[in-house]
């Protein structure tokens, strides 16, 4: 069982659809980091979180520790969403542990 | 830009050659972080760098594999005896550790190609 676990692996909606990506991880983590990856392979992270909630634009992400859980919406979702989205926690010796992303692609 | 470059950004060689990559971290970071991305999957970790000593190798880096960090700035990953399984995206990552929570920006990447 990998430490980190995403779903969906792949998500396809239509453009205005509000979209959940979820993460569940099983070790102690000290933080938890969501990244967007574009075709073409730059990375850039979204948020990081330790609790509660962080909003940014229409990207909301969430965690529950006591759950191991976290989450990543978009709101009035947009065709420029599409992309990988990976989460990663910070585990012991503050390294990344990368989950295996989701696919999402928005279409018009 | 976040300010970790890496060089080549792109770099395709005949099977068999060796090749070498360059990654110029944040110049304040301590820790230094090397990742394989291959197509359809997350990025692997591979070795990582606490300033020049190398602390932990991923299983994945075979005796082909070398990385060295010898001052504690710029780090080199090599490839000796490049084989079609290599081709991916190698990703460089610096971070400072303080000692509390850490966070890694990434590099452009490297994407090889081994025919």
């Known amino acids: 069982k990998n430490e980190v676990e995403q779903s969906p692996q792949n998500l396809t909606a239509q453009e205005g659809e509000f979209i959940t990506i979820n993460c569940s991880y099983s070790?102690?983590?000290?933080?938890l980091h969501w990244l967007q990856q574009h075709p073409g392979g730059g990375i850039v992270s979204l948020f990081m979180?330790?609790?509660?909630?962080k909003k940014h634009g229409r990207l909301i992400a969430t965690i529950n520790i006591q759950e191991k859980h976290s989450s990543l919406h978009i709101t009035a979702s947009h065709p420029r969403d599409s992309a990988v989205y990976i989460c990663?926690?910070?585990?012991?010796?503050?390294?990344?542990?990368w989950g295996a992303g989701t696919k999402l692609i928005i279409k018009p | 830009d976040t300010g970790v470059s890496q060089d080549p950004r792109h770099k395709i060689t005949k099977r068999g050659q060796n090749v070498t990559f360059r990654c110029d971290p944040i110049?304040?970071?301590?820790?230094l972080y090397w990742y394989r991305q291959t197509l359809g999957q997350g990025p692997e970790f591979l070795t990582y760098?606490?300033?020049?000593?190398?602390?932990?190798k991923s299983r994945l880096l075979s005796d082909r594999f070398s990385a060295e960090r010898p001052k504690g700035s710029f780090s080199t990953l090599e490839i000796q005896r490049t084989e079609q399984g290599d081709s991916a995206m190698y990703l460089c990552?610096?971070?400072?550790?303080?000692?509390?929570?850490?966070?890694?920006?990434f590099g452009p990447g490297t994407r090889l190609l081994v025919l």
């Open positions: 990663a926690v910070v585990g012991s010796n503050y390294q990344l542990i």
């Open positions: 760098f606490q300033n020049e000593a190398q602390l932990e």
């Open positions: 070790v102690g983590i000290s933080a």
């Open positions: 990552a610096s971070s400072l550790n303080t000692g509390h929570q850490e966070t890694q920006y």
């Open positions: 979180l330790s609790s509660g909630k």
């Open positions: 110049s304040e970071h301590n820790r």
